[in-house]
Nanobody, 124 residues
Framework: VQLQASGGGPVQAGGSLRLTCAAS????????MAWFRQAPTKEREFVAV????????YYAEIVKGRFSISRDIAQNTVYLQMNSLKPEDTAVYYC??????????????????WGQGTQVTVSS
């Protein structure tokens, strides 16, 4: 499946953005869909993941309470609502999909499809 991420851009600290990841075809409910991000000079890191069979979404501690992932299975789309943005949230954000198991949900290697990334820049 091909993924297309969009919705990034410049925003001031404290502001909000909603990222969208559109899949080229229906993504089965057995697939986890996730967001990762990569800041300049840093490794790509896990942000959030959603898989219906797991129940509630799972978040990295650094975004918990500020970011929210949601999934529209009928529209083959996953969203990342980002509130209370901080300069340290500046990064390229990537969406990913894969049939990962719960214990490996934060690992990049668990995901087989990746979007091209969308830049988020938070200014202070």
């Amino acid at each position: 499946v091909q993924l297309q991420a969009s919705g990034g851009g410049p925003v001031q600290a404290g502001g909000s953005l909603r990222l969208t990841c559109a899949a080229s075809r229906q993504v089965d409910r057995s697939y986890a869909m996730a967001w990762f991000r990569q800041a300049p000079t840093k490794e790509r890191e896990f942000v959030a993941v959603s898989k219906p069979s797991w129940g509630r979404p799972y978040y990295a501690e650094i975004v918990k309470g500020r970011f929210s992932i949601s999934r529209d299975i009928a529209q083959n789309t996953v969203y990342l609502q980002m509130n209370s943005l901080k300069p340290e949230d500046t990064a390229v954000y990537y969406c990913a999909a894969g049939t990962t198991i719960a214990s490996a949900k934060t690992y990049q290697s668990s995901y087989t499809s990746w979007g091209q990334g969308t830049q988020v820049t938070v200014s202070s």
